[in-house]
């Protein structure tokens, strides 16, 4: 897989605009509608900000029974967007695997869920 150019240079600011929080994902659900073979995730992020629900192009490296209970990365702060007939609320994060397969961000040690990436 060929590697991305990096993107043109943000303020701190910018980079404090994005909200990229922990969750744990609580359920998971086919998503047959989907253009690409998909999973609906509903994450808990704490108190705070609640459950949420995110599209992820996770099915390569995952299945239904071992996400339950991961804790991962997403951006909780973008607009809600329409994927078919799934209202995604927020965007799980990952970096592609050298065939452009997801493998998810997550936290390497415990850290509350609703925690804020700084």
């Given amino acids: 897989m060929q590697e991305a ?5 943000i303020a701190f600011d910018d ?13 998971v659900q ?8 998909a ?13 949420r629900r995110s599209s992820a192009q996770i099915t390569v490296h995952y299945t239904r029974e071992s996400l339950i209970g991961r804790r991962i990365a997403a951006v909780v702060n973008f607009q809600p967007r ?4 799934f209202m995604s609320e927020v965007l ?8 452009g397969d997801v ?3 997550a936290p390497d040690l415990a850290v509350p869920n ?5």
């Fill in 114 to 118: 609703g925690a804020r990436l700084f």
């Fill in 5 to 9: 150019q990096t993107a043109p240079q």
């Fill in 82 to 85: 329409q994927i078919g007939p």
């Fill in 92 to 99: 799980t994060l990952g970096f592609p695997d050298e065939a």
């Fill in 39 to 51: 999973f609906k995730l509903t994450i808990d992020f704490g108190p705070t900000i609640g459950r």
């Fill in 15 to 27: 980079f404090l605009k994005v909200d990229v929080r922990v969750g744990t994902i609580v359920d």
């Fill in 30 to 37: 086919e998503f047959p509608e989907a253009r690409k073979p």
């Fill in 103 to 105: 493998v998810l961000v």
